[in-house]
């Protein structure tokens, strides 16, 4: 079973992704970033600005994207879908607010979930969407405290 770790309460979400894919490349894993296509570019702008003395090597993947050779060396993918997906199995890192499909398909699921209404209220859809498929879901407190268990 796939585990899923929602990361709450989180006041920044690009920065905080940033900071996991960091810990995630130095740790030699492969993780597929998706991200809704109008934050993606802002997001790999952050990563390429966020830590002025190290670069996490990433590529931006869009479908249908010619250069194959260019993806299957990056350890980050950042995508707006899932259609495209590296050759070896990865961690997914999800900024959408949808719910991930066929989440079997990746070592770990990662859900970001900021403090912001709109988005602290889809994350709790997708909670219950992975409870209702018969996960269970797990959360990481990030800030500061809220709800002292159960769903975001």
């Known amino acids: 079973m796939t585990p899923i770790l929602f990361h709450v309460n989180v006041p920044e979400p690009l920065p905080y992704a940033c900071r996991l894919l ?17 934050d993606l570019l802002e997001l790999d702008k952050v990563l390429w600005a966020f830590e002025p003395t190290e670069f996490v090597p990433h590529v931006v993947v869009k479908a249908g994207s010619p250069n194959v050779r260019q993806r299957e060396a990056s350890p980050i993918w950042l995508g707006d879908s899932l259609d495209e997906l590296p050759s070896s199995p990865v961690v997914l890192l999800n ?30 859809s997708r909670w219950k969407h992975y409870c209702a498929m018969g996960l269970a879901p797990e959360k990481h407190q990030v800030g500061p405290q809220g709800a002292e268990s159960g769903s975001p």
């Open 22 to 38: 960091r810990k995630a490349y130095r740790a030699g894993a492969r993780v597929l970033v998706r991200c809704p296509a109008q």
């Open 95 to 124: 900024l959408s607010p949808e719910p991930v499909q066929g989440v079997e398909r990746f070592e770990r699921v990662i859900e970001i979930v900021s403090t912001e209404p709109t988005q602290l209220k889809a994350a709790r």
